[in-house]
C-alpha cells in the first residue's frame, strides 16, 4: 500500500492556490509533470465533479477522475487507470486551510499497485517516494513562480 501525504503552507490566497491545483489541463508547467489534458469537463464546472483528466509523469500515466470540487477548499479524485501497471486507488484530496498570509495546502493519495508481490514490496515504495516528491514540488512551484496571479 502507497499512503503519501504532504503538507505545505504557502503565502498565496486560498482562491489562487485553488485556481492552479483546480486547472487539471494545465498540470505539464508543473515540475516532473511531463503533459497533462482535459478528457472530459465537470458536470457543474469545466474542472469540477466527474471532469476526468490525465497526467504524466515519467513512465506513469494516470487517468483521474474528479469526485469533490468544494471551491476553494476541497478538491477530490480517484485515479480510475493507471499505465503502466494497474492501480486501485483508494483515495486522493488536496485540502486547502486559509490561514493568516496564506494557505496550508495538505495533499494525501492512498492506494497500492495491482500486482501481487512485485507491486506491494517496490512499486508501492516508488510510488510513495516519487508522489510524495511530486506533490511537494508542485506546491513549491506554486508558492514561487512569478507568472502566477493572486497575492
Not at 23 to 47: C, I, M
Not at 86 to 109: C, D, K, N, Y
Request: glycine share 14%.
Amino acid at each position: 500500500m502507497f499512503d503519501i501525504r504532504v503538507e505545505r503552507f504557502l503565502a498565496r490566497d486560498i482562491e489562487t492556490v485553488f485556481g492552479v491545483l483546480s486547472d487539471h489541463g494545465n498540470y505539464q508547467r508543473f515540475p516532473g509533470v511531463e503533459f497533462s489534458e482535459l478528457l472530459e469537463t465537470g458536470a457543474n464546472e469545466k474542472n469540477g465533479t466527474g471532469a476526468l483528466r490525465r497526467v504524466g509523469s515519467g513512465p506513469l500515466v494516470l487517468d483521474e477522475r474528479i469526485t469533490g470540487f468544494d471551491r476553494p477548499g476541497v478538491l477530490s479524485y480517484r485515479i480510475e487507470s493507471a499505465r503502466p501497471f494497474p492501480m486501485q486507488h483508494e483515495f486522493g484530496e488536496i485540502r486547502l486551510l486559509e490561514e493568516s498570509g496564506g494557505t496550508r495546502v495538505v495533499w494525501a493519495s492512498r492506494g497500492h499497485v495491482g500486482l501481487p508481490l512485485l507491486g506491494n514490496l517496490v512499486l508501492d515504495r516508488l510510488i510513495e517516494k516519487r508522489g510524495g516528491g511530486l506533490f511537494d514540488g508542485i506546491l513549491k512551484f506554486i508558492e514561487q513562480d512569478t507568472r502566477i496571479s493572486g497575492s
